[in-house]
């Protein structure tokens, strides 16, 4: 897997997308290293780490043919320009992200076009890692599905507490530590 026509991917990132943006060329340029760099033979060998949920979550998506569904695309939401590339067949990973870099004055068109021809170490930076992933984490069927104690809803793949306080579960996250949204009195 590798990306070979730059302008023809972020094409077709743009179409997902809905606009061109530095964004995307950022995040086609951060996919064609970290898919360089973990050198996967196929989408199934590849699980992608995306540090961000803004425009180059979009370009990573369509230029690695990862996806949140098939648990391939995963993201940590942690406000930067940066992805992690897991190769599991060869347990190989590395975190790629932008150096600093100053575009002058360019315009938002000159920047956009500028950051794709700009060689890769005046552009990014990048370094292996290491990914403890548990099966859970894994592509596939589901590993384990429990209900919480408290809300009676599903639970997928580990991502319950076993215990809280001395009092047994499982429990869901949002039911120990709060949710992201409020219930209205108009529950079903």
């Known amino acids: 897997m590798r990306v ?26 951060i996919a064609k290293k970290g898919l ?35 648990r391939s695309l995963k993201l940590v939401d942690y406000g930067k320009m940066a992805a992690t590339f897991v ?6 990973a590395y975190r790629v992200g932008l150096q600093p870099f100053d575009l002058g004055d360019a315009s938002k068109e000159e920047a956009k076009q500028r950051v794709l021809d700009m060689a ?29 104690v408290a809300c009676g809803e599903k639970v997928f793949d580990g991502k319950d507490i076993a215990d809280h306080g001395g009092e047994t579960g499982p429990f869901c996250i949002s039911c120990l530590r709060g949710a992201y949204y409020e219930t209205m009195k108009d529950r079903r």
């Not at 973990?38 to 370009?59: G, M, Q, T, Y």
């Open 4 to 29: 070979t026509d730059v302008h023809e991917v972020l094409q077709r990132c743009i179409d997902y997308h809905g606009h061109f943006c530095i964004g995307q060329s950022l995040g086609v340029r």
């Open 36 to 70: 360089e760099l973990a050198a996967p033979e196929s989408e199934k060998d590849l699980i992608v780490f995306v540090e961000n949920d803004r425009c180059i979550a979009d370009a990573v998506l369509i230029a690695t043919g990862t996806r949140l569904g098939r």
């Open 87 to 92: 190769n599991l067949a060869k347990d190989a």
């Open 120 to 148: 890769d170490e005046e552009l990014l930076s990048w370094q292996r890692v290491r990914v403890n992933l548990k099966k859970e984490d894994l592509p596939g069927k589901p590993e384990r599905i429990v209900r919480c």
